[in-house]
């Protein structure tokens, strides 16, 4: 169980163009889903909290004008890259939890590699 | 500010060799220490851990807790090339903070 699937798994864009990547927990309900990013021999940064119905607290640094985060159900979050830029390319990776079970694991996608050119 | 250090950043081992992992914590509200390998693509977990003192341990690695030091430990017994990842270390509060994470390589 706990499932969490990414779409695209990989996608390449024009300099300016915007970009929708989707989250969904296919067997549980994500109370609260999670938006990291990864560039190259890095670590993940967490770039936005997202609870269902709420909207996105961003981390300190990130835009959330550019970076728009929906989590408009308790199985699919999206995070849209506005007018992206070359430096926008990185590897996007979503996490999903529960909260209402108790338990603070989270279950993470497998990811969504974005090349800005 | 919440902060997790993981050392040493990377280790080059020989297959059968065993290796310990470092995580030291800072962070508030702590629920709980994470531990994940990451090869190409997203990680995937390994431990979750919340109470100090007991080891958890699934085949050749292992992980303990030390939450009045602030700092956990994962051990990898007898090595195989299959070992060869970035293991990442998270704090969990009501979200996850990471560690620069140690970067493993196995040679035969």
């Known amino acids: 169980g706990a499932v969490v699937s990414q779409h695209p798994s990989r996608v390449i864009c024009k300099s300016g163009t915007s970009v929708k990547i989707e989250c969904r927990s296919l067997?549980?309900?994500?109370?609260?889903m999670f938006w990291y990013r990864q560039f190259p021999k890095k670590s993940l940064m967490l770039m936005a909290t997202?609870?269902?119905?709420?909207?996105?607290?961003?981390e300190q640094g990130v835009e959330k004008d550019k970076f728009l985060i929906n989590h408009a159900s308790l199985t699919l979050s999206t995070l849209t890259v506005t007018s992206a830029h070359p430096e926008d390319s990185s590897f996007y990776i979503c996490?999903?939890?529960?909260?209402?079970?108790?338990?603070?694991?989270?279950?993470f996608g497998p990811g969504t590699r974005l090349t800005v050119t | 500010e919440d902060k997790v250090v993981q050392s040493p950043l990377s280790l080059v081992v020989h297959e059968g060799d065993t290796v310990t992992l470092n995580c030291s914590y800072e962070?508030?509200?702590?629920?709980?220490l994470l531990w994940y390998k990451q090869e190409k693509k997203a990680p995937t977990f390994l431990f979750m851990l919340?109470?100090?003192?007991i080891e958890k341990k699934s085949g050749r690695l292992s992980s303990i807790l030390d939450k009045k030091e602030l700092f956990s430990i994962l051990n990898i017994t007898a090595t195989q090339t299959g070992d060869s990842a970035v293991y990442l270390c998270?704090?969990?509060?009501?979200?996850?903070?990471f560690g620069t994470g140690t970067r493993l390589q196995v040679f035969p």
């Open positions: 996490s999903a939890a529960d909260r209402r079970t108790g338990s603070y694991e989270q279950y």
């Open positions: 067997d549980f309900q994500a109370t609260t």
């Open positions: 997202s609870n269902e119905g709420s909207k996105a607290t961003y």
């Open positions: 962070v508030t509200n702590f629920r709980s």
């Open positions: 919340t109470s100090s003192g």
């Open positions: 998270g704090g969990n509060t009501d979200k996850l903070i």
